[in-house]
Protein backbone atom coordinates (compact mmCIF):
# COMPACT_ATOMS: atom_id res chain seq x y z
CA UNK A 1 0.00 0.00 0.00
CA UNK A 2 2.94 2.82 0.78
CA UNK A 3 4.65 1.99 -2.67
CA UNK A 4 0.97 2.64 -4.46
CA UNK A 5 0.85 5.95 -2.33
CA UNK A 6 4.29 6.75 -3.37
CA UNK A 7 3.65 6.22 -6.81
CA UNK A 8 1.13 8.03 -7.21
CA UNK A 9 2.08 11.24 -5.14
CA UNK A 10 5.47 11.17 -7.08
CA UNK A 11 3.38 11.04 -10.86
CA UNK A 12 0.78 13.85 -9.14
CA UNK A 13 3.83 15.89 -8.22
CA UNK A 14 6.35 15.44 -11.63
CA UNK A 15 3.63 14.36 -14.63
CA UNK A 16 0.92 17.38 -13.86
CA UNK A 17 3.61 20.10 -13.39
CA UNK A 18 0.43 21.84 -11.53
CA UNK A 19 1.54 22.03 -8.10
CA UNK A 20 3.64 24.97 -7.44
CA UNK A 21 6.53 23.55 -6.06
CA UNK A 22 7.13 21.95 -9.13
CA UNK A 23 6.12 24.69 -11.94
CA UNK A 24 7.38 27.55 -12.69
CA UNK A 25 6.32 27.69 -16.36
CA UNK A 26 6.43 30.31 -19.10
CA UNK A 27 2.88 33.06 -18.84
CA UNK A 28 3.47 32.33 -14.45
CA UNK A 29 1.69 28.71 -13.77
CA UNK A 30 3.84 28.53 -11.18
CA UNK A 31 3.92 31.98 -9.54
CA UNK A 32 1.97 31.71 -6.21
CA UNK A 33 -0.01 34.48 -4.95
CA UNK A 34 -1.55 35.51 -1.71
CA UNK A 35 -5.35 36.51 -1.27
CA UNK A 36 -7.88 37.55 1.06
CA UNK A 37 -11.63 36.03 0.42
CA UNK A 38 -14.56 37.78 1.74
CA UNK A 39 -14.27 36.00 4.88
CA UNK A 40 -11.53 37.31 5.80
CA UNK A 41 -9.57 33.62 5.23
CA UNK A 42 -6.05 33.44 3.42
CA UNK A 43 -5.73 31.85 0.35
CA UNK A 44 -2.74 30.51 -1.85
CA UNK A 45 -2.87 29.86 -5.38
CA UNK A 46 -0.71 29.30 -8.02
CA UNK A 47 -1.74 30.68 -11.60
CA UNK A 48 -3.82 28.45 -13.55
CA UNK A 49 -4.59 26.21 -10.27
CA UNK A 50 -7.72 26.67 -7.94
CA UNK A 51 -7.34 28.47 -5.11
CA UNK A 52 -7.01 26.48 -1.90
CA UNK A 53 -8.88 27.37 0.80
CA UNK A 54 -7.67 28.07 4.82
CA UNK A 55 -10.40 26.21 5.77
CA UNK A 56 -12.19 23.25 3.73
CA UNK A 57 -15.66 23.84 1.96
CA UNK A 58 -17.85 21.06 3.79
CA UNK A 59 -19.87 19.94 0.71
CA UNK A 60 -18.93 18.74 -2.85
CA UNK A 61 -18.52 22.45 -4.56
CA UNK A 62 -18.16 25.64 -2.98
CA UNK A 63 -20.65 28.42 -4.79
CA UNK A 64 -17.53 31.03 -4.07
CA UNK A 65 -15.66 29.04 -6.61
CA UNK A 66 -17.73 30.04 -10.13
CA UNK A 67 -15.41 31.85 -12.23
CA UNK A 68 -12.50 30.45 -10.74
CA UNK A 69 -10.11 27.81 -11.94
CA UNK A 70 -11.23 24.24 -11.36
CA UNK A 71 -8.06 21.79 -10.23
CA UNK A 72 -5.77 22.01 -7.74
CA UNK A 73 -2.87 19.58 -9.41
CA UNK A 74 -3.49 20.41 -13.22
CA UNK A 75 -2.92 23.31 -14.78
CA UNK A 76 -5.39 23.88 -17.92
CA UNK A 77 -8.71 23.88 -19.36
CA UNK A 78 -9.62 20.47 -18.84
CA UNK A 79 -13.42 20.14 -19.38
CA UNK A 80 -16.47 21.97 -21.34
CA UNK A 81 -16.42 25.83 -19.57
CA UNK A 82 -13.92 25.05 -17.42
CA UNK A 83 -15.00 23.92 -14.08
CA UNK A 84 -18.47 21.94 -12.25
CA UNK A 85 -20.23 25.40 -12.23
CA UNK A 86 -19.33 26.12 -16.47
CA UNK A 87 -18.00 29.43 -15.65
CA UNK A 88 -14.04 29.28 -16.09
CA UNK A 89 -13.47 29.88 -19.62
CA UNK A 90 -9.26 29.73 -20.00
CA UNK A 91 -6.05 31.35 -18.94
CA UNK A 92 -4.31 34.10 -20.75
CA UNK A 93 -2.79 36.20 -22.34
CA UNK A 94 -4.97 36.16 -24.93
CA UNK A 95 -3.29 37.03 -28.45
CA UNK A 96 -3.30 40.64 -29.60
CA UNK A 97 -3.25 39.57 -33.25
CA UNK A 98 -3.83 36.42 -33.51
CA UNK A 99 -2.71 34.16 -36.84
CA UNK A 100 -2.81 30.87 -37.98
CA UNK A 101 -0.05 29.02 -35.67
CA UNK A 102 -0.79 25.13 -37.14
CA UNK A 103 -3.56 23.78 -38.34
CA UNK A 104 -4.56 19.95 -38.15
CA UNK A 105 -4.43 18.18 -41.09
CA UNK A 106 -2.33 20.34 -43.38
CA UNK A 107 -4.49 19.51 -46.40
CA UNK A 108 -7.84 18.04 -46.47
CA UNK A 109 -10.26 17.50 -43.37
CA UNK A 110 -11.04 15.51 -40.19
CA UNK A 111 -14.62 13.72 -41.94
CA UNK A 112 -16.30 11.01 -40.59
CA UNK A 113 -19.90 9.34 -41.66
CA UNK A 114 -22.73 8.65 -39.00
CA UNK A 115 -25.84 8.46 -40.02
CA UNK A 116 -29.08 10.73 -38.86
CA UNK A 117 -32.68 8.99 -38.99
CA UNK A 118 -31.07 6.23 -41.30
CA UNK A 119 -29.60 7.90 -44.06
CA UNK A 120 -25.73 8.57 -44.52
CA UNK A 121 -24.59 12.07 -43.66
CA UNK A 122 -21.02 13.15 -43.26
CA UNK A 123 -19.83 15.12 -40.24
CA UNK A 124 -16.50 17.51 -40.87
CA UNK A 125 -14.59 19.13 -38.53
CA UNK A 126 -15.69 19.55 -34.78
CA UNK A 127 -18.96 20.69 -33.52
CA UNK A 128 -21.04 21.57 -30.42
CA UNK A 129 -19.55 21.70 -28.15
CA UNK A 130 -16.29 20.29 -29.24
CA UNK A 131 -14.16 22.59 -26.79
CA UNK A 132 -10.27 21.04 -26.81
CA UNK A 133 -9.38 20.39 -23.00
CA UNK A 134 -5.58 22.07 -23.13
CA UNK A 135 -3.19 20.48 -19.74
CA UNK A 136 0.65 21.16 -18.78
CA UNK A 137 2.02 17.41 -17.73
CA UNK A 138 5.71 16.52 -18.22
CA UNK A 139 7.16 19.50 -19.42
CA UNK A 140 4.94 19.50 -22.38
CA UNK A 141 1.58 21.50 -22.95
CA UNK A 142 -1.27 18.68 -24.38
CA UNK A 143 -4.49 19.43 -26.23
CA UNK A 144 -7.08 17.00 -26.80
CA UNK A 145 -10.39 17.09 -28.84
CA UNK A 146 -12.75 15.16 -30.06
CA UNK A 147 -13.16 15.11 -33.51
CA UNK A 148 -16.00 14.05 -36.83
CA UNK A 149 -13.06 11.84 -37.87
CA UNK A 150 -14.36 9.28 -34.66
CA UNK A 151 -10.78 10.28 -33.08
CA UNK A 152 -9.67 11.23 -29.92
CA UNK A 153 -6.55 13.76 -30.70
CA UNK A 154 -3.36 14.06 -28.66
CA UNK A 155 -1.20 17.53 -29.81
CA UNK A 156 1.57 19.30 -28.63
CA UNK A 157 0.36 22.62 -28.27
CA UNK A 158 3.51 24.37 -29.68
CA UNK A 159 4.01 22.07 -33.08
CA UNK A 160 0.63 20.38 -33.44
CA UNK A 161 2.44 17.20 -33.66
CA UNK A 162 1.17 14.41 -32.30
CA UNK A 163 1.85 13.49 -28.27
CA UNK A 164 0.63 10.38 -28.41
CA UNK A 165 -2.06 8.25 -30.52
CA UNK A 166 -5.14 8.96 -31.68
CA UNK A 167 -8.06 6.99 -29.54
CA UNK A 168 -10.84 5.81 -32.13
CA UNK A 169 -13.82 6.14 -30.77
CA UNK A 170 -16.10 4.48 -33.45
CA UNK A 171 -18.71 7.52 -33.84
CA UNK A 172 -18.44 10.97 -34.55
CA UNK A 173 -17.67 13.22 -30.99
CA UNK A 174 -19.66 16.31 -30.22
CA UNK A 175 -18.79 17.19 -26.96
CA UNK A 176 -16.25 17.90 -24.85
CA UNK A 177 -13.51 15.51 -23.69
CA UNK A 178 -12.65 15.78 -19.62
CA UNK A 179 -8.87 15.31 -18.30
CA UNK A 180 -8.98 14.06 -14.64
CA UNK A 181 -8.79 17.07 -12.38
CA UNK A 182 -6.58 14.88 -9.65
CA UNK A 183 -3.60 14.36 -12.02
CA UNK A 184 -3.99 10.81 -12.93
CA UNK A 185 -3.78 10.29 -16.69
CA UNK A 186 -7.30 10.06 -17.26
CA UNK A 187 -9.66 10.98 -20.25
CA UNK A 188 -13.26 10.66 -20.40
CA UNK A 189 -15.36 11.55 -23.24
CA UNK A 190 -18.82 9.68 -25.09
CA UNK A 191 -19.36 9.69 -28.96
CA UNK A 192 -22.20 8.85 -30.73
CA UNK A 193 -22.19 5.14 -29.73
CA UNK A 194 -20.16 4.43 -26.12
CA UNK A 195 -19.01 6.36 -23.05
CA UNK A 196 -15.29 5.48 -22.33
CA UNK A 197 -12.18 6.23 -19.49
CA UNK A 198 -9.21 6.19 -21.23
CA UNK A 199 -5.72 6.21 -20.16
CA UNK A 200 -3.10 8.00 -21.58
CA UNK A 201 0.17 6.82 -20.13
CA UNK A 202 0.27 3.69 -21.80
CA UNK A 203 4.10 2.72 -22.54
CA UNK A 204 3.07 1.76 -26.37
CA UNK A 205 2.22 5.63 -26.40
CA UNK A 206 -1.36 4.66 -27.55
CA UNK A 207 -4.61 5.37 -25.35
CA UNK A 208 -6.24 2.42 -24.06
CA UNK A 209 -10.09 2.09 -22.97
CA UNK A 210 -10.23 1.35 -19.24
CA UNK A 211 -14.21 0.85 -18.85
CA UNK A 212 -16.68 1.47 -21.50
CA UNK A 213 -20.53 2.72 -20.51
CA UNK A 214 -23.09 1.84 -22.81
CA UNK A 215 -26.28 4.16 -22.84
CA UNK A 216 -28.42 0.18 -22.51
CA UNK A 217 -26.42 -0.37 -19.54
CA UNK A 218 -28.99 1.22 -17.29
CA UNK A 219 -33.06 1.19 -17.55
CA UNK A 220 -35.12 2.45 -18.13
CA UNK A 221 -33.88 4.47 -21.24
CA UNK A 222 -35.51 6.46 -23.74
CA UNK A 223 -34.22 8.31 -27.26
CA UNK A 224 -31.05 7.57 -28.39
CA UNK A 225 -27.07 6.46 -27.50
CA UNK A 226 -25.28 9.63 -27.98
CA UNK A 227 -23.23 11.50 -25.14
CA UNK A 228 -22.63 14.54 -25.86
CA UNK A 229 -22.19 16.06 -22.37
CA UNK A 230 -18.69 16.87 -20.44
CA UNK A 231 -18.67 14.76 -17.50
CA UNK A 232 -17.16 15.84 -14.03
CA UNK A 233 -15.39 13.73 -11.80
CA UNK A 234 -15.20 15.26 -7.90
CA UNK A 235 -13.82 13.26 -4.98
CA UNK A 236 -13.46 10.10 -7.32
CA UNK A 237 -17.15 9.93 -8.54
CA UNK A 238 -17.85 10.97 -12.09
CA UNK A 239 -21.32 12.44 -12.99
CA UNK A 240 -22.94 12.65 -16.87
CA UNK A 241 -25.75 12.49 -18.42
CA UNK A 242 -26.78 11.39 -21.44
CA UNK A 243 -29.20 10.66 -24.68
CA UNK A 244 -30.62 7.89 -23.51
CA UNK A 245 -31.99 9.99 -21.06
CA UNK A 246 -30.47 9.01 -17.83
CA UNK A 247 -28.44 10.38 -15.58
CA UNK A 248 -25.58 8.64 -13.69
CA UNK A 249 -23.00 8.69 -10.85
CA UNK A 250 -19.96 6.21 -11.19
CA UNK A 251 -17.68 5.43 -8.19
CA UNK A 252 -14.11 4.99 -10.05
CA UNK A 253 -11.74 3.62 -7.86
CA UNK A 254 -9.18 5.35 -9.37
CA UNK A 255 -5.16 4.25 -8.44
CA UNK A 256 -2.11 3.87 -9.54
CA UNK A 257 -0.62 0.50 -9.70
CA UNK A 258 2.96 -0.83 -8.57
CA UNK A 259 3.61 -1.20 -12.54
CA UNK A 260 3.02 3.16 -12.13
CA UNK A 261 0.28 2.82 -14.22
CA UNK A 262 -3.38 3.98 -13.77
CA UNK A 263 -6.25 1.63 -13.43
CA UNK A 264 -10.36 1.92 -12.66
CA UNK A 265 -12.84 -0.40 -11.82
CA UNK A 266 -15.92 1.95 -11.79
CA UNK A 267 -19.50 0.96 -10.22
CA UNK A 268 -22.80 3.00 -11.76
CA UNK A 269 -23.32 4.06 -7.73
CA UNK A 270 -26.78 5.54 -8.79
CA UNK A 271 -28.64 6.75 -11.70
CA UNK A 272 -32.28 7.82 -12.15
CA UNK A 273 -34.29 9.01 -15.26
CA UNK A 274 -34.07 12.28 -16.29
CA UNK A 275 -37.78 12.44 -17.23
CA UNK A 276 -41.37 11.84 -14.71
CA UNK A 277 -44.11 11.55 -16.17
CA UNK A 278 -45.73 15.09 -15.46
CA UNK A 279 -42.65 15.86 -18.29
CA UNK A 280 -44.21 13.08 -20.50
CA UNK A 281 -47.96 14.42 -20.49
CA UNK A 282 -46.97 18.15 -20.84
CA UNK A 283 -44.81 16.99 -24.01
CA UNK A 284 -47.79 14.44 -25.25
CA UNK A 285 -48.13 16.34 -28.37
CA UNK A 286 -44.72 16.37 -29.68
CA UNK A 287 -45.81 13.27 -31.79
CA UNK A 288 -42.56 11.22 -32.08
CA UNK A 289 -40.29 13.44 -30.27
CA UNK A 290 -42.59 12.79 -26.93
CA UNK A 291 -39.54 10.14 -25.97
CA UNK A 292 -37.22 12.96 -26.91
CA UNK A 293 -35.73 13.73 -23.06
CA UNK A 294 -32.13 13.21 -23.71
CA UNK A 295 -29.42 14.90 -21.51
CA UNK A 296 -27.20 16.91 -23.97
CA UNK A 297 -25.42 19.51 -22.23
CA UNK A 298 -23.21 18.95 -19.38
CA UNK A 299 -24.18 18.89 -15.77
CA UNK A 300 -23.08 21.52 -13.24
CA UNK A 301 -22.25 21.36 -9.62
CA UNK A 302 -22.89 24.05 -7.34
CA UNK A 303 -23.04 23.15 -3.36
CA UNK A 304 -24.63 19.96 -2.67
CA UNK A 305 -26.58 19.95 -6.13
CA UNK A 306 -26.48 18.70 -9.32
CA UNK A 307 -28.06 20.43 -12.06
CA UNK A 308 -29.03 19.52 -15.40
CA UNK A 309 -31.85 20.07 -18.24
CA UNK A 310 -32.70 18.02 -21.12
CA UNK A 311 -34.68 18.02 -24.25
CA UNK A 312 -37.63 18.14 -22.98
CA UNK A 313 -37.45 21.45 -21.11
CA UNK A 314 -37.23 19.76 -17.85
CA UNK A 315 -34.36 21.52 -15.77
CA UNK A 316 -33.52 19.74 -12.17
CA UNK A 317 -31.43 19.85 -9.39
CA UNK A 318 -30.25 16.46 -7.98
CA UNK A 319 -28.97 16.46 -4.22
CA UNK A 320 -25.93 14.43 -3.64
CA UNK A 321 -25.17 16.01 0.41
CA UNK A 322 -24.99 12.05 1.42
CA UNK A 323 -24.04 10.24 -1.60
CA UNK A 324 -20.90 8.97 0.09
CA UNK A 325 -22.54 7.43 2.73
CA UNK A 326 -25.65 6.03 1.07
CA UNK A 327 -25.87 6.45 -2.91
CA UNK A 328 -29.57 5.63 -2.44
CA UNK A 329 -29.84 8.93 -0.60
CA UNK A 330 -29.26 11.17 -3.84
CA UNK A 331 -32.87 12.50 -4.50
CA UNK A 332 -33.99 15.21 -6.47
CA UNK A 333 -34.51 18.33 -4.96
CA UNK A 334 -35.66 21.08 -7.57
CA UNK A 335 -38.12 20.43 -10.98
CA UNK A 336 -38.65 23.56 -13.57
CA UNK A 337 -40.18 22.92 -16.88
CA UNK A 338 -38.78 25.76 -19.03
CA UNK A 339 -40.65 23.98 -21.91
CA UNK A 340 -38.25 23.29 -24.70
CA UNK A 341 -35.12 21.80 -25.88
CA UNK A 342 -32.03 22.74 -24.30
CA UNK A 343 -28.91 21.78 -25.12
CA UNK A 344 -27.24 24.48 -23.34
CA UNK A 345 -25.61 23.69 -20.12
CA UNK A 346 -26.58 25.24 -16.70
CA UNK A 347 -23.83 27.98 -15.87
CA UNK A 348 -23.82 28.85 -11.88
CA UNK A 349 -22.60 32.00 -10.26
CA UNK A 350 -21.10 32.50 -6.88
CA UNK A 351 -25.03 33.24 -5.41
CA UNK A 352 -25.79 29.65 -6.58
CA UNK A 353 -28.21 31.44 -9.25
CA UNK A 354 -28.71 29.48 -12.14
CA UNK A 355 -28.49 30.76 -15.79
CA UNK A 356 -30.39 28.24 -18.72
CA UNK A 357 -30.58 29.24 -21.97
CA UNK A 358 -33.25 27.18 -24.40
CA UNK A 359 -34.14 27.01 -27.79
CA UNK A 360 -36.90 27.40 -30.16
CA UNK A 361 -37.75 23.88 -31.36
CA UNK A 362 -40.76 22.39 -30.06
CA UNK A 363 -44.45 24.13 -31.57
CA UNK A 364 -46.34 22.37 -29.44
CA UNK A 365 -44.69 23.64 -26.26
CA UNK A 366 -44.51 26.94 -27.47
CA UNK A 367 -46.56 28.46 -25.11
CA UNK A 368 -44.60 27.42 -22.03
CA UNK A 369 -41.53 28.42 -23.55
CA UNK A 370 -42.69 31.96 -24.65
CA UNK A 371 -43.73 32.70 -20.89
CA UNK A 372 -40.61 31.50 -19.53
CA UNK A 373 -38.47 32.97 -21.89
CA UNK A 374 -35.18 31.88 -23.79
CA UNK A 375 -32.35 33.55 -21.58
CA UNK A 376 -33.29 32.94 -18.03
CA UNK A 377 -31.82 33.33 -14.56
CA UNK A 378 -33.45 31.26 -11.72
CA UNK A 379 -33.35 31.25 -7.80
CA UNK A 380 -33.32 27.30 -7.06
CA UNK A 381 -33.96 28.31 -2.99
CA UNK A 382 -37.27 29.57 -4.61
CA UNK A 383 -38.86 26.07 -6.41
CA UNK A 384 -42.29 27.44 -6.11
CA UNK A 385 -41.39 30.98 -8.14
CA UNK A 386 -37.26 30.60 -8.97
CA UNK A 387 -37.56 33.25 -12.10
CA UNK A 388 -35.43 36.38 -11.22
CA UNK A 389 -35.87 37.22 -15.21
CA UNK A 390 -36.07 36.31 -18.62
CA UNK A 391 -34.98 37.60 -21.99
CA UNK A 392 -37.12 36.07 -25.11
CA UNK A 393 -35.50 35.09 -28.76
CA UNK A 394 -37.70 33.83 -31.19
CA UNK A 395 -35.04 31.71 -32.72
CA UNK A 396 -33.67 30.53 -29.44
CA UNK A 397 -30.34 29.00 -27.63
CA UNK A 398 -27.81 26.46 -28.70
CA UNK A 399 -24.40 28.22 -27.00
CA UNK A 400 -24.07 28.08 -23.49
CA UNK A 401 -23.56 31.92 -22.25
CA UNK A 402 -20.97 33.30 -20.73
CA UNK A 403 -20.92 35.93 -17.23
CA UNK A 404 -18.63 38.33 -16.76
CA UNK A 405 -18.42 41.79 -15.15
CA UNK A 406 -22.04 41.59 -13.95
CA UNK A 407 -23.00 40.67 -17.66
CA UNK A 408 -24.45 38.15 -19.43
CA UNK A 409 -23.41 37.32 -22.79
CA UNK A 410 -25.65 34.96 -24.97
CA UNK A 411 -25.55 34.02 -29.02
CA UNK A 412 -28.61 33.28 -30.38
CA UNK A 413 -29.37 30.62 -33.11
CA UNK A 414 -29.82 33.53 -35.75
CA UNK A 415 -26.80 35.50 -35.00
CA UNK A 416 -27.90 37.92 -32.49
CA UNK A 417 -25.66 38.05 -29.43
CA UNK A 418 -26.85 39.40 -26.23
CA UNK A 419 -25.44 41.41 -23.74
CA UNK A 420 -27.77 41.48 -20.50
CA UNK A 421 -27.03 42.68 -17.22
CA UNK A 422 -26.87 39.84 -14.95
CA UNK A 423 -28.71 41.36 -11.85
CA UNK A 424 -31.87 42.87 -13.46
CA UNK A 425 -32.08 41.16 -17.20
CA UNK A 426 -32.00 44.22 -18.75
CA UNK A 427 -30.13 43.96 -22.56
CA UNK A 428 -27.46 46.16 -22.50
CA UNK A 429 -26.50 45.85 -26.07
CA UNK A 430 -26.97 43.32 -28.65
CA UNK A 431 -24.45 42.80 -31.57
CA UNK A 432 -24.98 40.36 -34.96
CA UNK A 433 -22.66 38.11 -36.38
CA UNK A 434 -23.53 35.75 -39.18
CA UNK A 435 -25.90 32.72 -37.63
CA UNK A 436 -25.94 30.21 -36.35
CA UNK A 437 -23.93 30.99 -33.38
CA UNK A 438 -23.59 28.15 -31.43
CA UNK A 439 -20.17 28.37 -30.16
CA UNK A 440 -20.43 29.62 -26.76
CA UNK A 441 -18.61 32.92 -25.48
CA UNK A 442 -14.72 32.78 -24.28
CA UNK A 443 -14.01 36.06 -22.11
CA UNK A 444 -10.23 35.94 -20.24
CA UNK A 445 -8.47 39.10 -19.73
CA UNK A 446 -11.33 41.32 -21.19
CA UNK A 447 -11.35 39.63 -24.20
CA UNK A 448 -14.68 38.10 -25.57
CA UNK A 449 -13.48 35.53 -28.33
CA UNK A 450 -16.59 34.31 -30.44
CA UNK A 451 -16.75 31.92 -33.36
CA UNK A 452 -19.59 32.69 -36.04
CA UNK A 453 -20.67 30.57 -39.03
CA UNK A 454 -19.05 32.24 -41.50
CA UNK A 455 -15.83 30.69 -40.58
CA UNK A 456 -14.52 33.64 -38.64
CA UNK A 457 -13.23 33.75 -35.01
CA UNK A 458 -13.66 37.36 -33.09
CA UNK A 459 -11.86 39.34 -30.55
CA UNK A 460 -13.96 42.07 -29.03
CA UNK A 461 -12.83 44.32 -26.22
CA UNK A 462 -14.66 43.65 -22.96
CA UNK A 463 -12.68 45.93 -21.07
CA UNK A 464 -16.31 47.99 -20.61
CA UNK A 465 -19.02 45.67 -20.69
CA UNK A 466 -21.89 47.13 -20.66
CA UNK A 467 -21.44 49.00 -23.81
CA UNK A 468 -21.78 47.39 -27.22
CA UNK A 469 -17.87 45.65 -27.03
CA UNK A 470 -15.55 46.96 -30.36
CA UNK A 471 -13.93 44.36 -32.38
CA UNK A 472 -10.14 44.52 -31.79
CA UNK A 473 -9.33 41.57 -34.28
CA UNK A 474 -10.87 38.68 -36.48
CA UNK A 475 -9.14 35.76 -38.38
CA UNK A 476 -11.12 33.95 -41.11
CA UNK A 477 -11.02 30.34 -40.76
CA UNK A 478 -12.54 27.41 -42.78
CA UNK A 479 -16.20 26.30 -42.34
CA UNK A 480 -18.98 27.50 -39.31
CA UNK A 481 -17.24 27.82 -35.95
CA UNK A 482 -19.86 25.58 -33.81
CA UNK A 483 -17.11 24.52 -31.22
CA UNK A 484 -16.56 26.48 -28.18
CA UNK A 485 -12.57 28.12 -28.02
CA UNK A 486 -9.91 27.54 -25.42
CA UNK A 487 -7.72 29.96 -24.43
CA UNK A 488 -4.28 28.85 -22.69
CA UNK A 489 -1.16 31.38 -22.31
CA UNK A 490 -0.94 33.04 -25.26
CA UNK A 491 -3.22 30.41 -27.69
CA UNK A 492 -6.40 30.14 -28.72
CA UNK A 493 -7.44 26.52 -30.14
CA UNK A 494 -10.42 25.86 -32.37
CA UNK A 495 -12.21 23.71 -34.74
CA UNK A 496 -14.65 24.52 -37.44
CA UNK A 497 -16.79 22.36 -40.07
CA UNK A 498 -14.30 23.15 -42.94
CA UNK A 499 -12.81 20.05 -41.86
CA UNK A 500 -9.81 21.32 -39.42
CA UNK A 501 -8.38 21.80 -36.35
CA UNK A 502 -6.43 25.26 -35.26
CA UNK A 503 -4.26 27.18 -32.96
CA UNK A 504 -3.81 30.90 -33.27
CA UNK A 505 -1.50 32.76 -31.73
CA UNK A 506 0.79 36.11 -32.20
CA UNK A 507 4.00 34.17 -33.22
Not at 40 to 52: E, I, N, P, S
Not at 167 to 174: A, N, S
Not at 321 to 328: E, F, G, H, V, Y
Request: charged share 20%; with cysteine.
Amino acid sequence: MLAVLVLLVSFCNKSDGGNASTTATKGGAGQTRTTSGDNGQTTKTTTGLAATPAKAYNGWVDPATSGQPWSTKVVGQITFRGNPTRSYYGLGPVPKAPKIQWQYPETGGMCGNSPVGGKDKTWCGSGWTGQPSVWEQGGKTWLSVGAYDKQIHFWDTATGTSLIGNYDMGDIIKGSVTRDPDGYPLLYSGSRADFHILAIDRDNKVPESLWTLKATDVSPTKWNDDWDGSPLVIDDYLFEGGENGQFHIVKLNRKIGADGKVSVDPKIVFNAPAWDDQLLSDLSGSAERVNDVSVENSVAISGNTVYFSNSGGLLQGWDITNLKKDPSSVKRSFRFWTGDDTDASVVIDKEGMLYVAQEVERDSTSARSTKVGQLIKLDPTKPDDPIVWSVADPNGMWATPAISNGVVVAPTDSGRILGVDQKTGKILWEKKLPGPTWSSPVIVDKVWVQGDCSGVLHGFDFSNPRTEPPELWKVQLEGCVESTPTVFKGQIFVGARGGKFYALSDK
